[in-house]
């Protein structure tokens, strides 16, 4: 079977994910998610003039030769509506937040005023200009000012902001379902002992928490043997319960899979081999509709597939736009030969990176990179791409991707 290339691979796939149906939701249960349309503003914000500090409101012009002694006539906190006007020679004792009351257009703060004993009068010790320590409606938001558009990441400040418009609910797209599946007899889980030619199947709570940080529902379908009926039942419950399917293994070429001849009965699968090292082969294609994401067995393989096919996916499927949904890719310096042979694959190099004095991002090999070295991809924060050749001399410029859950300041 010809390699297929990467980008080819990764369109094929994202064309087949389609976005996520929006839901509405209350704001507690919007974090992170996507927007699913536009919000405008319907208000301003702040909804009235107030005080930016505490102090004394005051009419800018009878501060004119300061120090001044002003009559005290009220005081108002925030959350009170003003019943007082300042008139000339007078002042307004307000706190924070607190709305300016008629008459005033500027506020001293309170470390440039002494007031008297019986608080009826306040001396001023300097001149202030009209508008001083004023926060003015709409000075943050004006009605028809656009607040979210389609795609937009509910960040904690865009839900400040919601907030502040009196928004209760908001439409996003839902958190992608994703169900994860082991498969094989060779698998153990703990606390069972291994017997000879078995292994702990470490890709399952691989997968699963990797689709958990995708900002996906993880779901988990279990470890499955190798038998036709129960594997049949296993994806008929996960493509019926969950918006997409993850498994791994099974999925090189030569297999003689019990996987691969339950999907090909089930559903529309393709079957590849990318041109890539870690995570040559693939498998990918809907079954009942719904995506599912055959990732290869070694736990370093199917780390790398994931971060190249199903991540980007379901994040799209969740409404996130690409520069979003993607890992973010940054230009680094090599911090020591990353060395390769020409074999007409990309090869995806776990490294560690870190910024520089300079403002530059570093990399350096997280040691060993064959597929079945986990401690090493454990390591790693990113993954330096090196094109077909010979690979990177030190102070060669390469692409990173950004794996993120690890220092790089």
């Given at each position: 079977m010809p390699l297929v290339p990467l980008d080819e691979a990764r369109d094929h796939v994202l064309a087949s994910c389609q976005v996520l149906e929006p839901v509405t939701v209350a704001l507690a249960g919007a974090l992170d998610r996507a927007a699913a349309g536009l919000v405008t503003a319907d208000a301003c914000v702040p909804p009235f003039d107030n005080s930016a500090m505490d102090g004394f409101a005051v009419r800018s012009g009878d501060t004119v030769g300061a120090p001044v002694t002003l009559e005290v006539v009220g005081t108002l906190a925030a959350g009170q509506a003003p019943e007082v006007e300042v008139g000339p020679g007078q002042a307004v004792r307000i706190m924070t937040g607190a709305p300016v009351p008629a008459g005033a257009d500027a506020v001293v703060m309170v470390e440039r005023t002494v007031a008297s004993d019986d608080g009826r009068r306040v001396e001023v010790d300097g001149e202030v200009a009209a508008g001083t320590a004023l926060r003015r409606a709409g000075d943050d938001l004006r009605p028809g000012d656009g607040v979210l558009a389609a795609g937009d990441v509910l960040t904690p400040g865009r839900l400040g902001v919601l907030a502040s418009l009196g928004v209760a609910e908001v439409a996003v797209f839902p958190r992608a379902r994703v169900g994860v599946l082991s498969t094989g007899d060779e698998l153990v889980e703990p606390p069972a002992p291994l017997r000879p030619g078995q292994i702990r199947d470490s890709n399952r709570p691989t997968l699963l928490a990797l689709v958990a940080a995708a900002g996906c529902e993880a779901v988990d379908l279990g470890l499955v043997a190798d038998d036709e009926a129960a594997l049949t039942e296993?994806?008929?419950?996960?493509?019926?319960?969950?918006?997409?399917?993850?498994?791994?293994?099974?999925?090189?070429?030569?297999?003689?899979?019990?996987?691969?001849?339950?999907?090909?009965?089930?559903?529309?699968?393709?079957?590849?081999?990318?041109?890539?090292?870690?995570?040559?082969?693939?498998?990918?294609?809907?079954?009942?509709?719904?995506?599912?994401?055959?990732?290869?067995?070694?736990?370093?393989?199917?780390?790398?597939?994931?971060?190249?096919f199903a991540r980007p996916a379901l994040r799209r499927m969740m409404g996130f736009p690409p520069a979003v949904a993607d890992r973010p890719a940054v230009p680094a310096v090599a911090g020591e030969a990353l060395r390769r042979?020409?074999?007409?694959?990309?090869?995806?190099?776990?490294?560690?990176?870190?910024?520089?004095?300079?403002?530059?991002?570093?990399?350096?090999?997280?040691?060993?990179?064959a597929s079945h070295q986990l401690g090493a991809m454990a390591a790693a924060n990113a993954l330096a791409v090196l094109p077909d050749g010979e690979g990177a001399q030190v102070g060669d410029v390469v692409d990173a991707m950004l794996l993120g859950g690890g220092a790089v300041g």
């Open positions: 296993a994806f008929h419950h996960g493509v019926a319960t969950c918006d997409a399917v993850v498994t791994s293994g099974g999925v090189s070429m030569g297999d003689f899979d019990l996987v691969k001849v339950v999907l090909d009965r089930l559903g529309d699968m393709r079957w590849m081999q990318v041109a890539i090292k870690p995570a040559k082969p693939l498998a990918f294609g809907t079954v009942g509709g719904t995506p599912v994401f055959g990732l290869p067995g070694n736990p370093v393989s199917s780390m790398v597939s994931f971060e190249l042979r020409p074999d007409g694959k990309t090869h995806f190099v776990r490294v560690i990176a870190s910024m520089g004095d300079d403002g530059r991002y570093r990399v350096r090999s997280a040691g060993g990179q």
